[in-house]
């Protein structure tokens, strides 16, 4: 079984160079047949990946402990759940993973455009060949899932109980179709220059693709930040780690992109700017993987060194060349006839929302690099902490949350200042109103002051806009006012999903603000029926309490909770202790209300005087960052559905097209 | 015919890159943090480095102490040449046990002994050492750094 999945892949391999060969050569000579056999051969490439996927998977399920990566990874008795994430647990599981996603994409974008996009489509296919032959190079030498052990052991080493966890389990899948979406885009971005063909069908044609990575990353980042919160138990969901950042960074530069694109659509400009964002998103999704394995940045998902690093390291630096060198190349062609009317107009916002994004994104993969830099430099490591990500990211947050609330409001072009302020009246008044009544409550921190106004006024804004929108629609078309609403969203999907979006991304903001700037925390130990408080809350400790389960036994204190006197139930914090041997796991218990988190981590307990130690966080307005965060997504997906003027303009170049070439 | 940039875009865009410029040169002066392993760590001590740093090394085992009823340890840290004792006075993480790769971050104190603000021990699971053969590890051994470690504990 193994050696067939070996095989599979070595075959894949021979397929996946082939489709290289093919489509390039293809595209050469304009030769139909060699293109449908480039076709072909990813749709074969796939189904190669795909065996040996399912090989994997059907020899953890029937536990073939013979296999390294099984034994690794699973053991007899790991939940069916589990098994299935184990295929990503490991290095080379995981690169197979990759690997499969990325020839997932390649079919799909190859079936869909079987009628479409022909001109682009060969180098599409060659641009995808190479990034999987790259992987396959790696899953067939360097990390092979399929190794076997010299004997066979009786069970498996097993999951890592933290990581039995559904959010863990479909945080990297998620991540994933994230990263390697990106070549979505870059793909068509390399075809597009290398075969001259610059106007916006490239972008275009890849724009749902886009969005649905940038989505995918999204969730991925918020999925482990969610785990980190529930399951690592140090009370927080970030820590500017390096491989969090390396997710971070392209989701930040892909941000751009969806905005700056608009740009290039309406007025034309912006081209070589796109591009680069493209290209660049490519690379950091590369760049990201590569720091999560190689080792190269301490972290604690990474410590030491794994041998695939300079093989990566060959593979960026060619796609750098080949990407830059195109893009040099075509430089004359992209240089656009126009420019910005004016400073005051919607263009300059995009602009300096794109600056501001791409800044931060090079603030933080600064930081994150740093160490290699300076060890190059100066010969020591030298890390950055979380004070710089913090400092540099903070203002610029600040700023692209007041562009937020300018840019929908403000013109195309060239904005009239008394218009835009008029504009801005009711949006101003709110944060206006929301800062004294701040003030009121007694709020003094200036930081929160300052933030939760911002949010404010761009949430005003963005409600605005709905309203606006149906006003104008109703006046227009006599519709009554629920069904102006209706379908002035349906015809504007992407807009008012963006600004579903932009709402999600308020909250987490907010989210964010109050669980930082606002959080306490008290250790307390505590004997039983004494109480200790935080906030509002009382906590009394009844007893310890133990739970048997067949993997684990539980051991933790329950306390009694009471908010300002009303008891609101208990908490039971504690920890693991599991029978397979591993090492214990903290457990801690979280009272969610949407003003804040009550938070407790048992950290230990003394038999002989009955007492236990427990830490509290309270956070407030945590759980806004998951609520906003569901919305944000809730945005992304209505702004990719199918557009009634979409499919007209697709309709309209195709019959253009046929027209061409009929002519 | 192209027509020329707006000057006030120019000016708004230079004065971004000053505020990036400054912002950074802030952030990066309060946070950078030498990484060294323990024994460069006990070399440099006499230089003068400055306050913080970060040490690379794995838990001796059998060093973890604690005090029952008390948050946190004080344990041993080497990298397999020289030894490093460390106290920290917050909870640890679940990862930190005998053998496993740490990371501590402060400062040495007057009596030798490191005092840790911040430990990161080493996350379970993804990607194995270059070091190891195998990532499988049979149960009869158990020395190494933590990781997919299972039984004898």
Redesign the interface.
């Known amino acids: 079984m193994p050696d067939f999945g070996s095989f599979c892949l070595l075959l894949a391999l021979a397929t996946g160079g082939w489709a290289v060969v093919a489509s390039y050569n293809g595209w050469r000579t304009a030769s139909g047949t060699l293109i449908r056999s480039a076709e072909r051969a990813i749709y074969a490439t796939w189904g190669l990946v795909a065996l040996a996927v399912v090989t994997l998977e059907y020899c953890i399920f029937t536990d073939r402990f013979d296999l390294?990566?099984v034994?690794?990874?699973s053991n007899r008795t790991l939940d069916a759940r589990y098994k299935f994430a184990a295929l990503w647990?490991?290095?080379s599981g995981?690169i197979l993973f990759w690997l499969f996603i990325l020839v997932c994409y390649a079919a799909i974008v190859v079936v869909l455009n079987r009628r479409r996009n022909r001109p682009l489509m060969p180098l599409v296919i060659t641009t995808f060949g190479v990034v999987a032959i790259f992987f396959l190079l790696l899953v067939n030498f360097m990390s092979r899932p399929f190794v076997s052990?010299a004997f066979t052991?009786a069970d498996?080493?097993?999951?890592?109980p933290?990581?039995q966890n559904p959010f863990m389990a479909i945080h990297p899948p998620c991540l994933y179709l994230g990263y390697v979406g990106l070549t979505v885009p870059f793909a068509f971005a390399m075809a597009a220059l290398a075969t001259g063909r610059l106007n916006d069908t490239w972008f275009r044609t890849t724009r749902r693709f886009t969005i649905l990575s940038w989505f995918f990353l999204g969730t991925g980042i918020v999925l482990g930040g969610w785990w980190a919160y529930v399951e690592?138990?140090?009370g927080g969901y970030w820590a500017w780690d390096p491989v969090e950042n390396a997710s971070l960074i392209p989701w930040l530069t892909c941000t751009a992109f969806l905005h700056s694109v608009m740009i290039e659509e309406r007025k034309k400009m912006l081209r070589v700017w796109n591009l680069s964002l493209v290209i660049m998103s490519f690379l950091l999704s590369i760049l990201g993987t590569f720091i999560?394995?190689s080792?190269i940045i301490?972290s604690?998902?990474?410590?030491?060194?794994?041998?695939i690093g300079p093989l990566f390291a060959g593979f960026l630096g060619l796609c750098i060349v080949v990407s830059v060198g195109l893009l040099l190349h075509r430089l004359p062609e992209l240089r656009s006839?126009?420019?910005?009317?004016?400073?005051v107009s919607r263009e300059?916002t995009f602009?300096?929302n794109n600056?501001?994004l791409v800044?931060a994104a090079f603030?933080i993969l600064?930081?994150t690099l740093?160490?290699i830099l300076s060890e190059a430099v100066r010969g020591?490591?030298?890390?950055?902490?979380?004070?710089?990500?913090n400092?540099?990211t903070v203002?610029?947050t600040l700023a692209l949350v007041t562009l937020c609330g300018i840019c929908p409001v403000i013109a195309w072009r060239r904005a009239t200042p008394n218009k835009l302020l008029n504009k801005l009246m009711i949006p101003l008044a709110g944060m206006i109103l929301t800062t004294v009544g701040l003030l009121a409550a007694g709020m003094r921190n200036i930081f929160a002051l300052v933030s939760l106004s911002l949010t404010m006024f761009v949430v005003v804004t963005t409600i605005m806009e709905f309203v606006w929108g149906t006003r104008a629609r109703r006046t227009a078309t006599g519709e009554a006012t629920g069904r102006a609403f209706l379908s002035l969203v349906d015809r504007n999907k992407r807009r008012y999903g963006g600004f579903i979006v932009h709402l999600g991304v308020m909250l987490i903001i907010i989210g964010i603000v109050g669980s930082t700037a606002f959080r306490q925390e008290i250790?307390a130990?505590v004997a039983r029926g004494e109480s200790f408080s935080i906030g509002r809350y009382t906590l009394r400790f009844e007893d310890m309490e133990r739970r048997d389960l067949p993997n684990f036994e539980f051991q933790g204190a329950r306390l009694a909770v009471f908010d300002g006197g009303r008891p609101v139930g208990s908490l039971v914090p504690g920890q693991n202790f599991y029978r397979?041997?591993?090492?214990?796991?903290?457990e801690v218990d979280i009272h969610h209300t949407l003003r804040e988190d009550l938070y407790l981590?048992m950290?230990?307990f003394?038999p002989q005087?009955g007492?236990a130690?427990v830490?509290a966080y309270l956070n407030p307005l945590l759980n806004w960052i998951w609520i906003g965060s569901a919305i944000t997504i809730l945005g992304a997906w209505y702004a990719m559905l199918p557009d009634l003027r979409d499919r007209k303009r697709q309709a309209d170049s195709r019959l253009r097209e046929l027209e061409r070439h009929a002519a | 015919?192209?027509?020329?940039?707006?000057k006030?875009?120019i000016i708004?865009?230079s004065l971004?890159a000053a505020?990036?410029a400054v912002?950074?040169g802030?952030?990066?002066r309060?946070?950078?943090?030498?990484?060294?392993t323990v024994s460069?760590f006990l070399e440099r001590r006499a230089e003068d480095l400055g306050d913080?740093f970060?040490v690379?090394g794995n838990v001796l085992e059998g060093s973890i102490e604690?005090t029952?009823?008390?948050?946190g340890a004080r344990f041993i840290a080497t990298d397999g040449a020289h030894r490093l004792p460390v106290v920290y006075a917050k909870?640890t993480?679940?990862?930190f046990?005998d053998g496993s790769?740490i990371?501590v971050?402060g400062q040495l104190g007057p009596d030798g002994v490191f005092v840790a603000h911040t430990l990161?021990?080493?996350?379970?699971?993804?990607?194995?050492?270059?070091?190891r053969e195998?990532?499988?590890?049979?149960?009869a051994t158990s020395a190494g750094?933590?990781g997919?470690?299972?039984?004898?504990?």
């Open positions: 390294e990566y034994a690794s990874y647990a490991g290095q995981s052990l052991p498996g080493n097993g999951m890592n933290q990581l690592l138990g140090w999560t394995r080792g301490s604690v998902h990474s410590f030491t060194k794994s041998d006839q126009n420019r910005l009317d004016s400073f300059s602009l300096f600056l501001l800044g603030a600064w930081g740093f160490p020591v490591k030298i890390t950055v902490g979380a004070p710089f990500f400092e540099v203002p610029i250790v130990t397979a041997g591993q090492d214990p796991s903290t981590i950290i230990g003394e005087q007492r130690t830490k | 015919m192209t027509r020329p940039v707006p006030k875009i708004t865009i971004l505020g990036f912002l950074f802030v952030g990066l309060g946070s950078l943090v030498y990484y060294l460069e913080n970060r690379n604690r029952p009823g008390a948050i909870e993480p679940d990862t046990v790769e990371v971050e990161m021990a080493k996350c379970p699971s993804k990607y194995e050492a270059q070091n195998s990532d499988y590890k049979a149960p750094p933590a997919q470690d299972p039984a004898s504990r």
